[in-house]
C-alpha cells in the first residue's frame, strides 16, 4: 500500500497566484512599490502578463499578510504603517525573538550560529557593494536565523504572520537613513556574539535596543520627507 500511495504521489506545480503574490510582495519589500502606493489590477496584470484574476487573488492574499489594504469602492494599496503599528509591531517581535532565541540556543546553537555568520557575511558584502536592498535582505535572514532553529512551530507560524511588513520596513525605513546601516551593523555582530557566548542577558539587552530602533527610524524618515504621510492626508 505505502509503494501504491508513493507511486501515485505527485509534485504540484506551483499556482499562477501563488507566484503572482511572490513577486508582489518581494517588489514590496524591496520598495519597488512604495509604501501607500495604488495597485491596479489592471495596470499589474499587464506588467505581470497575466489576467486580472490572479492579480486579485494574489491581492486578496497579501491582504491576511498584513502586506496590502483593500478598500471597498476604492482600490488597493501597499500597507502604509502609522506611528503605533510600528510600535506594536516592534513589540510582538520582542516577544517571538527573545524567546526564539534561547530555544534556538539550547536546541540548534550551532546551526543557529552558522546561518548568523553567513548572514553577517552577506551583510559585509552588500556594504562594500553599496546595495542596501542585500543588505536588508541579510538582515532579514539573520533574525531568521533565530526563529527556524528554535523548533517551535507556533512561534515560526506566530512569526510568519508579520514577516512580510517586517521586512518592508527595513527596506523602506533603516536603510535609507544616514548612519542607521552602520548602527545597525554593529548590533547583528554584537548579538551573534553574544549568541556564541551563549549570554542571553546581553542578547536581550541588545536585540530590544536594536528593535525598538525601527520606531525611531521611522519617525526620522517621515520627518525627513524619505516616505510620504498616509495617503489621503
Sequence with gaps: MTASSGALSIDRPRSLTATVAERLRQAIIDSELPLGSELSEVGLAAKLGVSRTPVREALSMLQLQG?????????????FPTEQDILDLCEYRIVIELRAV?????????????????????????????????????????????????????????YALAAGPIATLRTHLSVPLAGVQDRSYVEHQEIAEGFARGDVVAIESILVRHILGTRESYVRALQQGIIASRPGE
Excluded: W
Design 67 to 79: 502586506m496590502v489594504n483593500i478598500v471597498p469602492q476604492k482600490g488597493s494599496y501597499v500597507f
Design 102 to 158: 534561547s530555544f534556538s540556543l539550547a536546541r540548534r546553537r550551532e546551526a543557529t550560529l552558522a546561518m548568523l555568520h553567513e548572514a553577517l557575511a552577506a551583510m559585509t558584502a552588500a556594504r562594500g557593494r553599496g546595495d542596501p536592498v542585500a543588505y536588508s535582505r541579510a538582515d532579514t535572514l539573520f533574525h531568521e536565523a533565530f526563529i527556524r532553529n528554535c523548533r517551535n512551530r507556533y512561534l515560526e507560524e506566530g
